[in-house]
Structure formats: structure tokens, C-alpha cells
């Protein structure tokens, strides 16, 4: 066999993993979701080997292997076209297997809107998608065709008999949002204000002796995960901290997956699950005993009547992603007021000036409004069970749809000077659905604004009132499960200071 053609069938074996070597080169891929990156390597070795076998045992296989795989190359690149099957109505952008984009630059979906407009398509994941930009885009959509999308469910929503509330088919969902819409009310959050605050206090306290402690200073992230948990628990089933009870759930938790990725041939997150759902249930036994909390409400709401299973593993669940999204939200509260110490010294001079109480709560209303815009308001994902007609382009059956909020609360036209951190926008203007819509769009909105304010407006509160922040170290942000998140280099300093409160 000539030399030539050996060494070219080689060059087009070695590239033809070029989507999977691709796909692990992204470091938050390799980060987040190691075990698909793991298994995407294995399968690149895997066919290296194979090759080198082929080589050594059958080289006249070499030719006839590569003439497909480059086959496959080619299909691959075509697919990646912008106009790839625009003549059947499809909206342009790159269906290219594994996009580096959306991974590591922050502005993709703002940048490929301007190229495109306002819907195009991409893959997610290996999977074909839609995106349509910013939240009025979304209304819009989902009033028009709100009976042909449905949300995609994760594997833990497989978990529960009806499904976790955000996966629910249409007519559960009717049957159990009014459920939890009826609890989530702002005289339970009232009634644990005070242990709120006494949790924030003391974690806080924790988190400045061990940032001092360490020469570096600390990443935030875990302490506060550490704040929103035990103030979750509380809040969900009326469990505080000092509970012995206390610590056998926080090992349970952390076996609790929530990723859209969890591995599938792992059994510990749903055994974990259901562990926690047996010690929830055991407390029904004694209502009398519980202090406020949701559960209570739901008993009380239900006339004594014990919750079902979907129920108890939605308050499960509910409380891990509450904890996980209010631990975000709050990292990202610290490290856009350090990044803007003009804001921090703001309310700082509001909460240790006596007097100044409901102007301190008000401004860190309006930060959390702003941190909502800029950094927590990712996406919202559908999948379409019908073909859709959006804006003169058809997006198939079977096909997600990527709601961009984030990048529409970074709109100009909405938000000047939208890249500024800048809570006053919020002080005199009221924002519509299609303009600002932080917590989701349609039926399946998050339930959980309230809990946002009141946690995020005690934590701003104490923090500024009780600490300075120094910054020894920071980096590029970086993206994380589902959303952008501060560098893994940033470290803090708290540095405690007389709180007048």
C-alpha cells in the first residue's frame, strides 16, 4: 500500500475525534461534569488503540476506516453551517457538535444574536437547540406556543411519582403549584426572620475568623453554602442547626445530586433522597411540634392531612436547589460589591447609622434586584413536544429551547449602561415581564422570590454592617452547572468592624 495514502488515512483517523477532543478541552466541562469528560476521554483512547491495532494487525483496513470517518468529518462541518437546512425554515447559527463558545465567553449568546438575530440555533450538549434572546422574546413564545413546549425533566425529577415541580406534565403541575404557592408566604419567612439573622450572624463570624486565619484569605463560596443550607432547613421543615438531627442530613445532602447531568448508573443520590424523605415524614408524626416552617403550612393547609410522596421529595429537592441557587446569588452579591466598594460603603453608612434601618433594607432590596439582573438570571430551558413556528423559523419536534434572560437584562435599550452595577435603575422604574424577568417566565416561575429578599436583604445587611472585605487574590470569572460564577481564585478577607445595630 503506497506510503501516501497510509500516512493521509492516519492524519484523517487521528482528527476524526476532533468533536469529543473538543469537547474535553473545555476546562469547565472537565470541572462540572468530569465524569461525561472522563468518558469522552476513554472513548478517545479507546480509538487511538483501535487505530494503532488496525495499523499493526490489518493496515489495508486503514483506507476504507478513514474514507468513513472523514465521511463523518464532513457531515459534521456541513452540519455546522449557518444556513444548514435554512431552505426547511430552520433560524441560522452553527449546529457544530461541541461549541467552545457558550463555555468560556461570557457575551456568545449576545454576540451570536448580533450575527444572526434574535432566534438561532446551536447544540447543547450534542443535542440541537434554538435560542431565543432575552425575556420578551420568551413571553412571547411561550403565550403562543406555551401547549407545545414542555421543561425537559433531570434525572432526579424521575425520582418523584409526579415529578419534581419545575419537570411536572401540565396537569400535576396544576395540581401541585397551588400547593406550595399557598405555603411559600411571607408570614413563615417573617416568623424565622430572627433565626435567619442569628444563622447569618453566626456563620459570618465563622467565615471572617477563618478567612483571617488563612494568609490568603478564603473563597466565599463555602461558608455561605454553609448559611443557606441551615437556613433552608429551617425554613422548609423547621429544622435548626442545633438540632442532632442536624448533622446526619447534612451528610445525606451532599450524596443528593441535582446536576442535568448526574451519572445515570448511580443509585446514592436517589437512596440518599429517600433517606431524607423518611426523616421528614417521621416529623408529621409530631405537627404540634413543629416551629413555623412550610411543612407545617402544608399540613395545616391540607386539614391535618399528611403530604403525599411527590410532596415530601419536592420539599427534598427543594431545599438543595434553594441552597445551591441562594448560594450563588449571594457569592455573587459579595464579589460585585467588592468589584463596586462605593455600593458597600453605601449601605455600610446606612446600617450602622441608627435610624436608618427600612433605607439600608430598602437599598439592599434594590442590590438584590440588580445582582438578579447581571448575574443570576441565566437561561430558562424547554423542550418542544410539537414542531413551532417562532418568528417566521420552524424549531422542530424534540428540540430544546434556550430562553437567554441574562442577556436580555443586559440590553442597553432596557438597562443603559447595562455592564455597570448600578441598583438605583431599580428605585424609580418598574420593569415589565418582557423587560426583567429574574425568576423565570410562565407557569413554571420560580416560587422563590420572596426568599431571595428576605435572606438576601438580612446577609447584606449584616455583612456590610458587621465586616469590611479585603481581596488578596481574584481571577476571570468562569462557567460553572448553569451559570457564570466567580473565579475559583478569589479569596476574602473579613475584617470585623463595630456593628451600631
Not at 477532543?21 to 488503540?49: D, M, N, Q
Not at 438540632?243 to 447531568?261: D, M, N, W
Not at 436580555?408 to 438597562?415: I, L, Y
Amino acid at each position: 500500500m503506497p506510503i501516501l495514502t497510509t500516512l493521509f488515512s492516519v492524519l484523517v483517523l487521528a482528527v476524526a475525534p476532533w468533536p469529543l477532543v473538543r469537547f474535553i478541552s473545555i476546562p469547565s466541562i472537565r470541572r462540572e461534569y468530569s465524569r461525561l469528560a472522563t468518558a469522552a476521554a476513554a472513548i478517545v483512547c479507546c480509538w487511538y488503540l483501535l487505530i494503532a491495532c488496525v495499523a499493526i494487525a490489518a493496515p489495508r483496513l486503514l483506507p476504507p476506516v478513514a474514507v468513513v470517518a472523514g465521511c463523518l468529518l464532513i457531515a459534521e462541518r456541513w452540519r455546522a453551517r449557518s444556513g444548514f437546512r435554512a431552505a426547511e425554515g430552520l433560524p441560522p447559527g452553527s449546529l457544530s457538535l461541541v461549541p467552545r463558545g457558550p463555555w468560556v465567553d461570557e457575551k456568545f449568546y449576545a454576540k451570536q444574536a448580533d450575527r444572526h438575530g434574535p432566534v438561532f440555533k446551536m447544540s447543547q450538549f450534542f443535542r440541537p437547540m434554538v435560542c431565543v434572546m432575552g425575556p420578551g422574546e420568551g413571553v412571547d413564545l411561550f403565550e403562543q406556543h406555551a401547549d407545545k413546549l414542555a421543561s425537559p425533566a433531570v434525572r432526579f425529577s424521575s425520582f418523584i411519582p409526579k415529578g419534581y415541580i419545575r419537570y411536572m406534565r401540565r396537569g400535576d403541575h396544576s395540581r401541585y403549584k397551588p400547593i406550595f404557592r399557598a405555603v411559600f408566604n411571607r408570614k413563615v419567612l417573617q416568623d424565622c426572620s430572627m433565626d435567619f439573622r442569628a444563622t447569618v450572624t453566626t456563620e459570618l463570624s465563622r467565615m471572617a475568623g477563618a478567612s483571617r486565619a488563612e494568609p490568603g484569605g478564603i473563597h466565599p463560596s463555602p461558608f455561605i453554602s454553609d448559611v443557606t443550607f441551615r437556613c433552608m432547613l429551617r425554613l422548609f421543615i423547621g429544622l435548626s442547626s442545633d438540632s442532632p438531627e442536624f448533622g446526619r442530613l447534612s451528610s445525606l445532602y451532599e450524596r443528593v445530586q441535582i446536576g442535568k447531568a448526574s451519572s445515570k448508573w448511580r443509585s446514592e443520590d436517589r437512596e440518599a433522597a429517600n433517606a431524607i424523605a423518611a426523616f421528614i415524614e417521621s416529623r408529621l408524626d409530631y405537627p404540634a411540634g413543629l416551629p413555623s416552617c412550610f411543612l407545617r403550612e402544608i399540613l395545616q393547609s391540607d386539614a391535618g392531612k399528611a403530604p403525599d410522596r411527590t410532596v415530601i421529595l419536592n420539599l427534598v429537592y427543594m431545599i438543595r436547589i434553594a441552597s445551591s441557587d441562594l448560594s450563588g446569588f449571594l457569592t455573587w452579591a459579595i464579589k460585585l460589591l467588592v468589584d463596586n466598594p462605593e455600593w458597600f460603603d453605601r449601605l455600610r453608612a446606612m446600617t450602622t447609622s441608627t435610624g436608618r434601618e427600612s433605607e439600608a433594607e430598602l437599598l439592599a432590596a434594590l442590590m438584590i434586584k440588580e445582582v438578579l439582573r447581571m448575574e443570576r438570571s441565566e437561561f430558562i430551558f424547554r423542550k418542544t413536544v410539537k414542531s413551532i413556528r417562532f418568528r417566521g423559523f420552524i424549531i422542530p419536534r424534540n428540540w430544546i429551547v434556550r430562553v437567554c434572560i441574562r442577556d436580555g437584562h443586559r440590553d442597553a435599550r432596557t438597562f443603559p449602561n447595562p455592564e455597570t452595577f448600578d441598583p438605583e435603575r431599580f428605585r424609580n422604574r418598574t420593569y415589565g415581564k418582557r423587560e426583567y424577568s429574574p425568576l423565570g417566565i410562565g407557569s413554571h416561575a420560580c416560587l422563590g422570590g420572596q426568599i431571595i429578599n428576605l435572606i438576601g436583604t438580612i446577609f447584606l445587611v449584616e455583612l456590610t454592617g458587621a465586616f469590611r472585605i479585603s481581596v488578596p487574590a481574584d481571577g476571570c470569572r468562569e462557567y460553572g452547572r448553569s451559570h457564570w460564577q466567580p473565579s475559583s481564585n478569589l479569596r476574602v478577607i473579613l475584617h470585623p468592624e463595630k456593628n451600631v445595630w
